[in-house]
């Protein structure tokens, strides 16, 4: 990882898939890239949702720590990026390391891209290290949650709005939350850039504008 010019830790869904085309189009913004992918579960990612959606974030956290101790030996200029990613479920993963990475081990993490992030589950508004989210228009995933019965549904404050558009229908009380349902039962269904589904590219858009903090190696951390 040394002659790297980023280290991507990419967390995967429950089920251990990566986005390789997402992979791919972080990579040909950052340079030579060497990839770690954390295993934290074996299943469906709803499965891993309910049973421990914390062990996305404890894989994470580890990889994390492990990758910045490795490379405290590594003179300040030659060290390379870290650059976390997560989609769905891994999406959870990622953003437990940034915070982690933040409060314990500042300046280590350069940027985050988190795709697909389940609704409610990470802070709407972020702190410390860059976050971009990413979300598809009609993704029901990013928008699904209890709370929808009595307010509306939001996304992070980050959020970047990705795929196919959609004419928004008004919130209506218990009314969305019902339809909201109804839309998870299809939404890995549809092409990349519909429902749950994310193309690669896009995924990548989340870095725009963001070549200071993902251009040069860091100075110092």
Same mark, same amino acid.
């Given at each position: 990882a040394i002659e790297a010019d980023a280290v991507l830790i990419a967390v995967?869904?429950?089920s251990g898939w990566i986005d390789a085309g997402a992979v791919t189009a972080i990579g040909e913004r950052v340079g030579r890239m060497h990839t770690i992918t954390p295993r934290y579960a074996? %299943?469906?990612?709803?499965?891993?949702?309910?049973s421990d959606r914390d062990a996305a974030g404890r894989a994470s956290v580890a990889v994390v720590a492990a990758v910045t101790s490795a490379l405290d030996s590594v003179a300040a200029q030659q060290r390379p990026r870290i650059i976390l990613y997560g989609q769905s479920l891994g999406a959870i993963g990622a953003e437990t390391a940034r915070v982690w990475a933040d409060d314990h081990r500042p300046g280590t993490v350069r940027a985050t891209v988190l795709s697909g992030v389940p609704a409610d589950t990470i802070a709407t508004h972020a702190h410390g290290s860059p976050r971009m989210v990413v979300a598809n228009a009609?993704?029901?995933? %990013?928008?699904?949650?209890?709370a929808a019965i009595w307010r509306a549904p939001s996304r992070p404050s980050e959020t970047v709005t990705v795929g196919r558009p959609t004419r928004r229908v008004p919130w209506l009380p218990l009314v969305t939350f019902v339809q909201n349902s109804a839309d998870l039962l299809g939404s890995l269904d549809g092409p990349a850039g519909v429902g749950h589904r994310y193309s690669g590219p896009d995924q990548a858009r989340g870095l725009r504008g963001t070549d200071q903090t993902i251009g040069p190696r860091a100075a110092s951390y």
């Open positions: 995967p869904t429950g074996s %299943t469906q990612s709803w499965r891993a949702f309910v009609t993704d029901p995933v %990013t928008t699904w949650s209890p």
